[in-house]
């Protein structure tokens, strides 16, 4: 999920695969992140979060684990179907304010 | 309202005129935040507000850009003499308290021509 210059790295899967997206944040001092899902047209929308006193957090098929040694997030689909193709991003909240990264777009081959 | 309501849903401007785009926050939601997003891109910061402390206005682009939220509620972001690279979906989100998800809306798409 590392952002090549101006693109959206993008993650192909076929349908039923599981689906890994992953995301390095920048903060250090960051105690809480979530996931965002963001499909074409519309505004983000919550998929799941996670508090820094965590490091796996499962939710319906997605399951979201974080790394704070190497500041490192990933959120992992199970079963991914085609209603699951958009542009994925993570967010870190630090003092409140929320960041985003660069996002990845995940595209599900039936 | 039952979500984040932001007004207009298109915005076609002349370069050179201001422009305020609206942002109706989910009653009761302390923080609120602006983000610029250009075309298959991702989501700049832009601006944060929480409740009554001074807002955070390190991601505005130029002083061309300013934002206020009256009454802890509704909130405008202004852009004075738009320019070509101005155009792009303005989006804004709200959350309970500063820990906790954020809600956007559909948000503002503007062309300056």
């Known amino acids: 999920g590392e952002s090549v210059g101006l693109h959206l790295p993008t993650l192909s899967v076929q349908e039923g695969d599981n689906s890994i997206i992953n995301c390095a944040y920048s903060?250090?001092?960051?105690?809480?992140f979530i996931w965002y899902k963001q499909e074409s047209g519309k505004g983000p929308q919550f998929i799941i979060d996670?508090?820094?006193?965590?490091d796996k957090r499962q939710g319906q098929r997605v399951t979201v684990l974080l790394n704070k040694t190497v500041k490192h997030l990933s959120l992992q689909i199970a079963a991914t179907q085609p209603g699951d193709s958009a542009v994925y991003f993570c967010?870190?909240?630090?003092?409140?304010?929320?960041?985003f990264g660069k996002g990845t777009k995940l595209s599900v081959k039936p | 309202g039952a979500g984040v309501s932001q007004s207009p849903s298109n915005k076609v401007t002349e370069k050179g005129k201001d422009v305020e785009l609206r942002c109706d926050p989910i009653?009761?939601?302390?923080?609120l935040y602006w983000y610029r997003q250009s075309l298959g891109q991702g989501l700049e910061f832009l601006i944060y507000?929480?409740?009554?402390?001074?807002?955070?206005k390190s991601g505005l682009p130029s002083d061309r850009f300013s934002a206020e939220r009256t009454g802890g509620s509704v909130s405008t972001l202004t852009i004075q003499r738009t320019q070509q690279e101005d155009s792009a979906v303005y989006l804004c989100?709200?959350?309970?308290?500063?820990?906790?998800?954020?809600?956007f809306g559909q948000g503002t798409r503007l062309t300056v021509v």
């Open positions: 903060n250090s001092a960051s105690d809480y």
């Open positions: 967010a870190e909240k630090s003092q409140g304010n929320l960041i």
């Open positions: 996670i508090r820094s006193n965590m």
């Open positions: 989100a709200s959350s309970f308290q500063s820990g906790t998800e954020a809600f």
């Open positions: 507000f929480q409740g009554n402390s001074a807002p955070d």
């Open positions: 009653s009761g939601h302390t923080a």
